[in-house]
């Protein structure tokens, strides 16, 4: 099945299956990609919250006008912080930031649990290599890819430029081929293999 690409004014469909790769500044505007993409087509989505805690993603979502009923949340930095954690049906959590497989159960959890049109936003995979590290990333990526084929869905993996040398970055481009590059100025280039 495809699924409309709608962000900064590009108007095009991926296919089920496809992983995109934001690149983008540490500070760059990625709430908005990423809402944009979270909200256009799609009956439920997956943010995997390795950066923020699941009560900053309820916000993000809220200011943005994203269909929160729509959401699940995996947050992964709460225990981090030393913050309560209540599950819910849409809120889940893992052990510690650094639990690359948990965070891959989830994500197949969430896939098999829904049917429809899916999305996966992995805010970020920055986070997951700071927190683990880049090769156990990597491999975490290639899983969540591998999941998106095998349900049908979409995903969008945030990385960031200023963090990374530039051979891990080429490895995620090579990993994804298709990649949102956002600039400073917030203008987003996509490039779709």
């Known amino acids: 099945m495809d699924y409309t690409l709608a962000i900064d004014g590009v108007d095009t469909t991926i296919p089920g299956g496809t992983g995109l790769l934001l690149l983008h500044p540490s500070i760059g505007e990625t709430d908005r990609i990423d809402t944009d993409f979270l909200k256009t087509d799609t ?21 943005y006008d994203v269909d929160e009923s729509r959401a699940d949340i995996l947050d992964t930095i709460s225990v981090e912080r030393g913050y309560s954690r209540r599950s819910s049906d849409h809120l889940h959590y893992v052990a510690a930031p650094d639990d690359l497989d948990g965070i891959v159960a989830q ?18 995979l ?23 084929d095998e349900h049908d869905a979409v ?4 990385l960031s430029k200023e ?3 530039d051979e891990t970055i ?19 280039t996509v490039d779709l293999v």
């Open 43 to 63: 009956d439920n989505f997956l943010v995997v919250s390795t950066r923020t805690t699941a009560r900053e993603v309820e916000q993000k979502l809220e200011h």
């Open 107 to 124: 994500v197949e959890s969430f896939l098999a649990g829904h049917e429809g049109k899916r999305r996966v936003s992995v805010d970020s």
């Open 126 to 148: 920055t986070e997951m290599a700071y927190y683990a590290d880049v090769d156990g990333t990597y491999d975490a990526a290639e899983a969540i890819l591998a999941l998106l």
């Open 155 to 158: 995903g969008l993996f945030h």
């Open 163 to 165: 963090v990374h040398d």
């Open 170 to 188: 080429q490895r995620f481009r090579d990993l994804f081929g298709n990649v949102i590059d956002l600039d400073e100025d917030g203008e987003a």
